[in-house]
């Protein structure tokens, strides 16, 4: 059964540096692309960014390159978000989500990518 | 980067209702639409891909149309258990943008 299990809640203070986890387990760990996702309160869901784990390549979303880094241990099968200086307004609930994919063509190959895999979140509160 | 504009933000229906969530994309993305449910409390879960195809297992009031800048997601006769907020997303290009939302409510 393919698992994606996230690290406890945390409390920072602002300012304060934070490493969040997901483990995974299941399946070839470096196959897939494992994403994040960010949930404000009372807020919609946000892309965040995704990476590789078989390379390290990583993507992220404008909105949040340079605010956080994504990264991967792959001895563990643990992919982690990381914030060096954390803000009130990163408050939030975090999912890490495994990209599926189905590949559709013979010749001409089609890619698409979906979450289909979800860890069940790490709420991460940062106050003074 | 690609937008993905969803409407409407709010919906309220009843049970057994037929309704329709649209998502626009801010550039041609062929098929490239996954749409997902979630639920307070809950995790995310993943409906539709490639813009019409059902993941194993959701129910077949839950169908998925559209390409290029246009795509719907329609639930026939609505269930209690359907109400949630709806969520599209574009994969046709990194970074893989999720729309806002439409929350689903009960009428």
């Known amino acids: 059964e393919v698992q994606l299990v996230q690290s406890g809640a945390e409390v920072r203070e602002p300012g304060e540096s934070l490493k969040i986890s997901c483990k995974v387990s299941g399946y070839d760990f470096t196959k897939n692309w494992i994403g994040w996702v960010r949930q404000r309160p009372g807020k919609g869901l946000e892309w965040m960014g995704i990476i590789f784990p078989g390379d390290s390549d990583t993507r992220y979303s404008p909105s949040f390159e340079g605010q956080v880094s994504i990264s991967v241990d792959k001895s563990i099968s643990t992919v982690y978000l990381q914030w060096n200086s954390l803000k009130a307004s990163d408050t939030a609930l975090y999912y890490c989500?495994?990209?599926?994919?189905?590949?559709?063509?013979?010749?001409?190959?089609?890619?698409?990518?979906?979450?289909?895999?979800w860890g069940k979140g790490t709420t991460v509160t940062v106050s003074s | 980067d690609i937008q993905m504009t969803q409407s409407p933000p709010f919906l309220s229906a009843s049970v057994g209702d037929r309704v329709t969530i649209s998502c626009r994309a801010s550039q041609s993305i062929g098929n490239y639409v996954n749409w997902y449910q979630h639920k307070p409390g809950k995790v995310p879960d993943l409906l539709i891909y490639a813009a019409s195809s059902s993941r194993t297992g959701v129910p077949s009031r839950f169908a998925g149309s559209g390409s290029g800048t246009d795509f719907t997601l329609t639930i026939n006769s609505l269930q209690p258990e359907d109400f949630a907020t709806y969520y599209c997303q574009q994969s046709y290009k990194a970074p893989y943008t999720l729309g806002q939302g439409t929350w689903l409510e009960v009428k």
């Open positions: 989500a495994r990209q599926g994919i189905t590949i559709f063509g013979l010749i001409n190959q089609h890619y698409y990518y979906y979450m289909d895999v």
